[in-house]
């Protein structure tokens, strides 16, 4: 098992003490840093006095603030991660999550193994490379540009536009397979490290979502374009820039 980074901070936000401690006292046995949190209120606290945070796992239904308002109001401030937890078996409140920016989700009950599986996935693709330095920092497609390492989208016109981790990685995974179709099964898989099931509709959420970051017509996408039953492809020229 590989151990995690000395630096690496998370903040558990969950309104059940029993389920805090069992995380804090598992993710520090393995080798993180933790602060656990019982609402809206102490997180907000807590990253105003000292915002440097890796990964935030965060309930969804809490008394006072829920988990959607406050994944709506930090990620307006900060594209840290966030990993959702959810008691709740409708689909709908797991999109609603993904909408509002969440990166991953976990559902309740769950085996901490899991999580920590999913800590260590997010936090994996959120971290900035290198590994394309050496071919080009920027990735050039349609009007507009991706900084693969600051991890921004830029326009035509220099706009920077901060992307969430899940909009990155999903958007860097289609300019690397550019004009090439990918399944919902693929992108899931690539981007999350499993399979979609059946009615699983995250992976259709970030992709409405990173379409209307790049100003698509959602009847009618030019660059990010729908097979009818096979999944999805970027329609257009990738070159590498330094």
């Given at each position: 098992?590989l151990a995690?980074?000395p630096s690496?901070?998370?903040?558990?936000v969950?309104?059940?003490?029993?389920?805090?401690?069992l995380?804090?006292s598992?993710l520090?046995?393995?080798?993180y840093?933790?602060?656990?949190?019982?609402?809206?209120?102490?997180l907000?606290?807590q990253?105003q006095a000292e915002p440097?945070?890796?990964?935030?796992v965060l309930d969804?239904?809490?008394p006072?603030?829920d988990?959607?308002?406050?994944?709506?109001?930090?990620r307006a401030?900060s594209?840290?991660?966030i990993?959702m937890?959810t008691?709740?078996?409708e689909?709908?409140?797991?999109?609603?999550?993904?909408e509002?920016g969440?990166?991953d989700y976990?559902?309740?009950?769950?085996n901490p193994?899991?999580?920590l599986?999913?800590?260590k996935?997010v936090?994996?693709?959120s971290r900035?490379?290198d590994?394309?330095?050496?071919?080009?920092?920027?990735l050039?497609f349609a009007e507009?540009?991706?900084d693969?390492?600051?991890r921004?989208l830029?326009?035509?016109?220099?706009?920077v536009m901060?992307?969430?981790?899940?909009?990155?990685?999903?958007?860097?995974l289609?300019?690397?397979h550019p004009?090439?179709v990918l399944?919902r099964d693929?992108l899931l898989?690539?981007t999350?490290g499993?399979?979609?099931?059946?009615?699983?509709r995250?992976?259709?959420?970030?992709l409405?979502?990173l379409?209307?970051?790049?100003g698509e017509d959602?009847?009618?996408?030019?660059?990010?374009?729908?097979?009818?039953g096979?999944?999805?492809?970027?329609?257009?020229?990738?070159e590498?820039?330094?």
């Open positions: 098992m995690a980074e690496t901070r998370i903040l558990i969950d309104d059940d003490q029993e389920i805090r401690e995380l804090q598992y520090q046995k393995n080798g840093a933790v602060l656990a949190l019982e609402d809206g209120r102490h907000l606290a990253l440097a945070v890796d990964l935030i969804l239904m809490m006072g603030e988990g959607f308002s406050l994944c709506r109001r930090v401030e594209e840290v991660p990993i937890l008691a709740s078996a689909e709908t409140d797991r999109i609603v999550g993904l509002m969440a990166d976990v559902a309740k009950p769950f193994r899991e999580l599986a999913r800590i996935a936090l994996r693709r900035p490379t590994a394309l330095a050496p071919k080009g920092r920027f050039r507009w540009r991706l693969t390492v600051n921004d830029i326009d035509a016109a220099g706009t901060p992307l969430s981790g899940a909009d990155y990685n999903l958007l860097l289609f300019l690397e004009n090439q399944s693929d898989g690539l999350r499993r399979e979609a099931s059946p009615y699983d995250s992976i259709d959420v970030q409405s979502r379409r209307q970051r790049l959602a009847k009618d996408p030019h660059i990010i374009k729908t097979v009818r096979a999944g999805y492809v970027l329609s257009a020229e990738v590498r820039e330094r």
